[in-house]
Nanobody, 114 residues
Framework: VQLVESGGGLVQPGRSLRLACAGS????????MSWYRQAPGKERELVAT????????NYADSVKGRFTISRDSRKNTVYLQMNSLKSEDTAVYYC????????WGQGTQVTVSS
């Protein structure tokens, strides 16, 4: 089983980034997919979730209206479109797959700074 994140980097406040997480080794379409993040000195927090059935989405209050989670089951990939980025969005972002088991990616660094 693998979850491989990509798309992180350094970006100025107000700009956008899109993260991607490619899954393999499990039945991607059966799993709820989420993005979490962890900033230095803070606990890991849930950012967004998209369900396997119906594609329902949920977001942390801090990112509502700015971030969008989506999935492409043909490509076994989940995305996080991040707009209007703020310095407080700086963190390592992790992809998570949850159903019969709980899988995590290795994380990708997002740094928002001028």
């Amino acid at each position: 089983v693998q979850l491989v994140e990509s798309g992180g980097g350094l970006v100025q406040p107000g700009r956008s980034l899109r993260l991607a997480c490619a899954g393999s080794g499990f039945t991607f379409s059966s799993y709820d997919m989420s993005w979490y993040r962890q900033a230095p000195g803070k606990e890991r927090e849930l950012v967004a979730t998209i369900t396997s059935i119906g594609g329902r989405t949920n977001y942390a209050d801090s990112v509502k209206g700015r971030f969008t989670i989506s999935r492409d089951s043909r490509k076994n990939t989940v995305y996080l479109q991040m707009n209007s980025l703020k310095s407080e969005d700086t963190a390592v972002y992790y992809c998570n797959a949850r159903y019969m088991a709980d899988y995590w990616g290795q994380g990708t660094q997002v740094t928002v700074s001028s």
